[in-house]
C-alpha cells in the first residue's frame, strides 16, 4: 500500500454490503455527490462498480484531500477531483446534482450540520433523485443495540455535538425540506442504509 493511502477499515468491511443496495438505487447515469469521502476507499469502489455514474467526491475543508490516494491510484474516469464542501455553507461547490451518497457522516456532523446537510441537497436534486445515508441510527429515542449505546454514549463524552441520530427527528427534517424515506434496510455491524427520495 502506498503511504499517501489512508485505510479505514470500517470502510473495508462496509463497502461491498452498501454496493449491494446502493447498486439498485443508483441505476441512472448522472451524477453523485458523497458527502463525507474519507479515505476514498468507498468511491473506489462504487465507482468502478458502477461505471454508469460519475462519482463527486467532497469533505469538509481540509480534508478533502485525503482521498486523493485511493483515487489517483484507481485512475477510474468516472470519479472526478474531490470537492471541499462546507455543509453549512450558503454556497456549495456543486448547483445541482443526480444523488447523493453519505456513510458515517450523520452521528459525527452536529445537527445543525445534518439539517444544512439536507436542506442543501434538496435545493440541488430535482424530483425523484435518490440520497442513500448509512450509518447507525435509533428509533423513537432507543438504540438497536448494547454497542450502539455504547457507542453513543463514547461520541458525546468526545465532544457534545456528535451523536447517533434519532429516526424520528431524521423524518421530521426530511419532510421539512422535501425528502420522503424510500427504505430502511439493515446492514452489517448493527447500521442502517435509509433511502430518501426528493419529493
Known amino acids: ?4 493511502k489512508l485505510f479505514s477499515q470500517a470502510c473495508e468491511n462496509n463497502k461491498q454490503p452498501i454496493l449491494e443496495r ?45 482521498c486523493l490516494g485511493w483515487i489517483s491510484e484507481s485512475a477510474l474516469a ?24 453519505s456513510a ?10 445534518v439539517q444544512a446537510m439536507f436542506a442543501g441537497l434538496a435545493k440541488r436534486m430535482s424530483s425523484g433523485a435518490p440520497f442513500c445515508l448509512y450509518g ?11 454497542s450502539n449505546r455504547q457507542f453513543d454514549r463514547h461520541l458525546r463524552l468526545q ?6 441520530r434519532d429516526m424520528d427527528e431524521l423524518l421530521k427534517l426530511a419532510e421539512q425540506v422535501g425528502f420522503r424515506l424510500e427504505s430502511d434496510h439493515e446492514m452489517p455491524a448493527n447500521n442502517r442504509l435509509l433511502v430518501w427520495r426528493k419529493l
Open 1 to 4: 500500500m502506498a503511504p499517501d
Open 22 to 66: 446502493i447498486r439498485d438505487t443508483f441505476t441512472s447515469p448522472g451524477t453523485i455527490l458523497e458527502i463525507g469521502s474519507g479515505t476514498g476507499q468507498h468511491a473506489v469502489h462504487f465507482a468502478s462498480a458502477l461505471p454508469h455514474i460519475i462519482w463527486q467526491p467532497s469533505d469538509r475543508p481540509g480534508a478533502s484531500g485525503h
Open 78 to 101: 468516472n470519479i472526478r477531483p474531490p470537492l471541499e464542501l462546507d455543509v453549512a455553507s450558503a454556497s456549495w461547490p456543486v448547483d445541482s446534482v443526480d444523488g447523493a451518497f
Open 104 to 113: 458515517n457522516t450523520a452521528h459525527i456532523m452536529a445537527w445543525e450540520e
Open 136 to 146: 447507525p441510527f435509533s428509533y423513537g429515542g432507543k438504540h438497536t443495540s448494547d
Open 159 to 164: 465532544a457534545s455535538h456528535m451523536g447517533i
